[in-house]
């Protein structure tokens, strides 16, 4: 080998290891009511949290079961996942005279930094536990598609 092919050899390993990132993993799992009844068919997506002007990055999404249960999974490639969990249903969901409200509620939950793994699959699942969304939760928002209408009729909760 030569010398100019060894220092080839060099730059090229130095820069294939620092444009390597470490992937991440997180996982949750919970069980969703509405008052008395399980809450089934709800949307819940993972996201990975940015900083400035930058979108958060949808990781997954899936609905909750018969049962009001659900898990989502989720991996990036970097070393600086920030997760959260966001729920969007419309238990409890009346509007001016009891008219329901167009818009869906936004239940946001923040992953636990211990709760990710390194690598694409997860070893410590962050249990949600039983939440009833027919009460107002701390870290609620309102949540409007661009088409608030297609959701309803469309039959979801």
């Not at 997760?83 to 238990?91: G, N, S």
């Not at 636990?112 to 390194?118: D, F, K, L, R």
Request: glycine share 6%; with cysteine; charged share 25%.
């Amino acid at each position: 080998l030569t010398f100019r092919m060894i220092v080839t050899l060099i730059i090229a390993s130095i820069s294939l290891i620092s444009t390597t990132d470490a992937a991440q993993t997180v996982a949750v799992r919970g069980m969703l009511l509405c008052g008395n009844e399980t809450l089934n068919d709800v949307e819940i997506k993972l996201f990975d949290n940015h900083r400035f002007l930058q979108p958060d990055s949808l990781l997954a999404t899936v609905k909750s079961d018969e049962r009001g249960r659900f898990t989502i999974t989720g991996s990036v490639d970097d070393d600086d996942m920030k997760p959260d969990v966001r729920i969007y249903h419309r238990c409890n969901n009346k509007g001016l005279f009891g008219i329901p409200n167009l818009c869906k509620r936004e239940a946001v939950y923040t992953i636990p930094s211990s709760y990710i793994s390194s690598g694409t699959r997860s070893n410590n699942w962050f249990e949600l536990g039983t939440i009833n969304m027919d009460m107002k939760q701390a870290n609620e928002n309102t949540h409007c598609f661009s088409n608030p209408l297609r959701s309803i009729l469309d039959g979801r909760k």
